[in-house]
């Protein structure tokens, strides 16, 4: 299986700052790679889907980027409501979910 | 509008089989797959399995001899069952739209494992 490698696991930033999460695969995903967004106690949300497509009604702040192995979720414009766990799963072969990256609000 | 919501027992003894149930509105089953994701309590997301529109099913190689899900086109349903639980199985189980994308989700139903 492909294993998910999210880093930094916790991340605290300020409002309007520039956040960048990364998601690595153990062996290239052709660019089937999804991000979504759980807040806490919600069901997660879709917001990035095969790299960088954003999902219908997701705020452009959002974007996604990434080739090969190597995946990043960029936030431009951190607000408020941002805060959530933001998982990557990978669709190239066997689903597999990475560990997510906390984002707090300093 | 689309929407998705799974139903079943709060609380399966250790050994026992879990059923639930996902009931759709708004999408067909003919035409949309339907998924199931858990998450134990304060951890990651585990993809279970997938129904496709075509009636086909692939599941994680991890329990996929503990899993079946299957459904019922004309109630809308697509129903998971999971045997042999063990504690490690407490977790919210949810369904989700679409094989590889899960672009719409159930509110999700906790299952806690326990004598």
């Known amino acids: ?106 | 509008q689309v929407q998705l919501k799974e139903s079943g027992p709060g609380l399966v003894q250790p050994s026992q089989t879990l059923s639930l149930t996902c009931t759709v509105s708004g999408l067909s089953l003919t035409s949309n797959s339907v998924s199931w994701i858990r998450q134990p309590p304060g951890k990651g997301l585990e993809w279970m399995g997938v129904i496709w529109s075509n009636g086909g099913t692939d599941y994680n190689s991890a329990i996929k001899s503990r899993l079946s899900i299957s459904r019922d086109t004309s109630k809308s349903q697509v129903f998971l069952k999971m045997n042999s639980l063990q504690t490690e199985d407490t977790a919210m189980y949810f369904c989700a739209r679409r094989g590889n994308l899960f672009d719409y989700w159930g509110q999700g139903v906790m299952v806690t494992v326990s004598s």
């Open chain 1, 1 to 106: 299986d492909i294993q998910m490698t999210q880093s930094p696991s916790v991340l605290s930033a300020s409002v309007g700052d520039r956040v960048t999460l990364n998601c690595k695969a153990s062996q290239n995903i052709n660019k089937y790679l999804n991000w979504y967004q759980q807040k806490l106690g919600e069901a997660p949300k879709l917001l990035i889907y095969n790299t960088n497509n954003l999902q219908t009604g997701i705020p452009s702040r959002f974007s996604g980027s990434g080739s090969g192995t190597d995946y990043t979720l960029t936030i431009s414009s951190l607000q408020p409501e941002d805060v959530a766990t933001y998982f990557c799963f990978q669709h190239n072969s066997w689903p597999t979910f990475g560990s997510g990256t906390k984002l707090e609000i300093k």
